[in-house]
């Protein structure tokens, strides 16, 4: 099933340029070496290929799209033609574009893309030439070059699965990650320590976990690869959301606003964390939790995990000083949502831009939920006990307990004076008498959370 489906997607799609193409050093099981792979950044998917004994004399094994000729000129203003290219016979590999610079003869002519072929330079086939032969043959042209330049795409799949060997001359098939909700991560999977130079894609197929991880040359390459397939993973997500609440019959408070993955710290035993992928879910009402990907429609109505958004809070952990985590299990980059029931959850960003995304999502939903219930509760502690401190636009300022049992509520036109010390502690005074203020912490929990 795997070798049809590839072949009619390659079909498919020989027409269509990758997004971004190139090679990296990776690899698809954990215990595998790493080596040579042809990467290509496509619409939904990330594809991985291996030159497996390939032979740089023959085009028998690939389909060639999309040839043209470009002729580039470099005017008294331009001091270069703009682009970088990889590969040569050394290498097994084919010649190709591999970074095309702005404001350059390459980038303005609109034909030049990274992972083209150069097939020819000035006349001169580059097929079994090597990577000097290449920049000997630039630099001769002077102040013109002509390229002609193509996709090139595997004619015939290696066999399922990461291939150890394909026969001369094939381009293998190694793995096929598809880029909805998946995440990229920098850290060595399941610790709090970051990978120098490389990063993991991980997904699902809904069945089974997927992942290719790789190791970059420079940090700029790998800062390029990153920041293409995240920003591909966001537009899949964002469309997904929208077909969803198009072409699903949801009740308004079920529609989705915001979807995608993060890492949660969670026990691997009784003492010891690990960070674990989960998926988020934020709808008009609510914010779901998923510990895999849902394989049918009916799954995301399932979560393993599901709390009201008037009722959660969220906070950024500030390292060093928080002392819910072990320093060794810290990520930059994380925040604690504390439920209404009392369950707190300690979710970690690849970045600070994601980090913001997500508050401002999560930020934005609970305005809306808010809106419509006219009421948000925040975790307490009052008399030293557990409790929901609320604000009710109808009711006022109500101290509930977690069964939303009322233990003590005024009105906002009765309340005199307001103080806090900048943390957690409130201070609501309605008169001049002692029982008529209240003082409680917001935003803690009796028992702070262990991660030892």
Same mark, same amino acid.
């Given at each position: ?81 703009? @682009? ?14 591999? /970074? ?27 097929? $079994? ?60 999977? $399941? +610790? !709090? ?38 920003? +591909? ?14 072409? +699903? ?10 979807? $995608? ?8 035993? !009784? ?7 989960? !998926? ?9 939790? *998923? ?9 995301? @109505? ?12 969220? /906070? ?73 401190? +609320? ?20 009105? @906002? ?5 307001? *103080?806090?010390? $900048? ?30």
């Amino acid at each position: 099933r795997l070798l049809a489906r590839v072949s009619l997607d390659r079909e498919i799609m020989t027409s269509e340029r990758p997004i971004k193409a190139g090679t990296l050093h990776g690899k698809a099981r954990r215990h595998a070496p790493f080596r040579e792979m042809l990467v290509e950044l496509q619409k939904n998917r990330l594809v991985a290929y291996h030159y497996d004994k390939v032979k740089d004399t023959t085009l028998a094994h690939y389909t060639i799209v999309n040839q043209r000729v470009v002729q580039l000129e470099k005017l008294p203003t331009d001091t270069q033609f703009g @682009f970088t290219f990889e590969g040569g016979v050394e290498y097994q590999s084919p010649i190709k574009i591999n /970074k095309v610079y702005p404001d350059t003869p390459a980038m303005k002519s609109g034909e030049v893309y990274e992972g083209d072929v150069i097939f020819e330079l000035n006349g001169i086939s580059l097929w $079994g030439k090597s990577h000097s032969d290449m920049t000997k043959i630039a630099k001769d042209g002077g102040k013109t070059m002509t390229l002609h330049l193509a996709c090139l795409n595997p004619r015939d799949i290696g066999s399922k699965g990461e291939s150890e060997s394909s026969a001369e001359g094939e381009l293998a098939l190694i793995a096929e990650i598809p880029l909805l909700m998946a995440s990229v991560c920098k850290y060595e999977r $399941g +610790t !709090a320590l970051v990978r120098s130079d490389g990063f993991e894609v991980v997904s699902s197929n809904g069945k089974q976990e997927l992942s290719l991880l790789f190791n970059a040359s420079t940090a700029d390459l790998m800062t390029e690869w990153i920041s293409a397939i995240s920003d +591909t993973v966001k537009k899949l997500n964002k469309n997904e959301v929208e077909k969803w609440n198009t072409w +699903t019959e949801l009740e308004d408070y079920e529609q989705i606003l915001h979807m $995608g993955t993060v890492h949660e710290l969670l026990p691997a035993n !009784a003492h010891y964390k690990v960070w674990q992928r989960k !998926a988020l879910v934020v709808t008009k009402g609510h914010l779901n939790i *998923f510990s895999s990907l849902p394989d049918s429609v009916e799954g995301w @109505f399932r979560p393993e995990e599901s709390y009201s958004l008037h009722q959660i809070t969220v /906070k950024i952990m500030k390292l060093p000083n928080d002392e819910r985590v072990q320093s060794s299990q810290k990520r930059a980059n994380s925040i604690i949502v504390q439920s209404g029931t009392g369950k707190s959850h300690i979710f970690s960003f690849e970045s600070h831009h994601e980090l913001e995304s997500w508050l401002k999502e999560l930020h934005d939903a609970s305005i809306t939920a808010v809106n419509e219930l006219k009421r948000h509760s925040y975790r307490g502690i009052w008399n030293d006990m557990s409790v929901l401190f +609320t604000i009710d636009i109808d009711q006022g300022f109500l101290v509930e307990d977690m069964h939303h049992t009322i233990l003590w509520s005024k009105p @906002f036109s009765r309340l005199k004076h307001s *103080f806090d010390d $900048g943390s957690s502690q409130l201070n609501l005074k309605f008169g001049k008498h002692e029982n008529e203020s209240i003082e409680l912490l917001v935003g803690v929990e009796i028992e702070p959370i262990s991660m030892k």
